[in-house]
């Protein structure tokens, strides 16, 4: 009797969650900034249920900024001011299976720099059409850094025929990605609804001489002070060795 009355219910869920158990993986789960560090790429994988389409977004921690507002005086561009910008992701990267997910036009406003234009705060701008420039100028900057981008379609779906598709996808990490911890985030949506959000995390930390160094200036700033002149100064000595050598000839 007890196996008939849960029937109603295990019928009633949907097939892909009964047959699909979502997991998320990262690889490498720590990436490691060495001396020579040219960046890497960092590679998601998902299970997901059959039918489900998918975004995958890399987020960094908040953080807050000042950038010069650059405008034109006459042929000229010049500094009007500072933006105090707060509640920006230090990176954001993102990609989903189908590519009208990420649009601008999309009526998801849960990832994406729709996402982000609700979340950033420029403290000061009044004016909406002035925030909404300032906004735009923003995300172009930190995309010429490689910081932000999102990748429409980049997420693809392998075994489609079968009850649990993988969904796998590639992110690029500049050199200049800071260490820390930072959210790999899956969304999963079916007919329209947004059903599913898992996540882990990945860890950017330094290595070898920059986390030698880092140490240094943290717990022994003073070894780190002299380190610091002496380096400069065989650095000079070297410098002035190489222009005196060429000058004799």
Not at 18 to 43: D, K, M, W, Y
Not at 100 to 125: C, K, M, T, V
Not at 127 to 141: A, D, N, P, T, V
Not at 198 to 211: C, D, H, Q, W, Y
Request: proline share 6%; net charge positive.
């Amino acid at each position: 009797m007890a196996v008939l009355l849960g029937l109603p219910w295990i019928l009633g869920l949907p097939w892909g969650a009964l047959a699909c158990s979502v997991h998320l993986e990262v690889v490498p789960e720590t990436v490691g900034i060495g001396a020579f560090f040219q960046g890497r790429n960092v590679n998601v994988s998902a299970t997901v249920p059959n039918g489900a389409a998918a975004v995958v977004e890399i987020l960094g921690s908040p953080v807050a900024e000042r950038l010069m507002h650059k405008g034109r005086w006459g042929p000229l561009w010049v500094n009007r001011g500072e933006v105090e910008v707060s509640d920006a992701p230090s990176l954001y990267l993102a990609a989903s299976t189908e590519p009208a997910l990420l649009h601008n036009s999309s009526d998801f406003r849960a990832w994406g720099y729709g996402a982000l234009s609700e979340r950033i705060q420029f403290p000061g701008l009044v004016s909406g059409e002035k925030r909404g420039w300032i906004l735009r100028e923003f995300l172009k900057l930190k995309e010429a850094e490689g910081l932000y981008g999102i990748f429409p379609g980049k997420a693809r779906a392998s075994d489609l025929g079968g009850d649990c598709p993988k969904v796998t996808t590639s992110f690029f990490l500049r050199s200049n990605v800071k260490p820390g911890r930072y959210e790999v985030r899956l969304s999963l949506i079916e007919n329209g609804e947004l059903k599913r959000q898992t996540s882990t995390f990945m860890e950017v930390r330094l290595v070898g001489l920059p986390a030698l160094l880092r140490s240094l200036a943290y717990n022994h700033p003073l070894l780190y002070g002299i380190l610091a002149v002496v380096l400069a100064m065989m650095a000079g000595f070297l410098i002035g060795r190489v222009f005196s050598g060429r000058g004799g000839h």
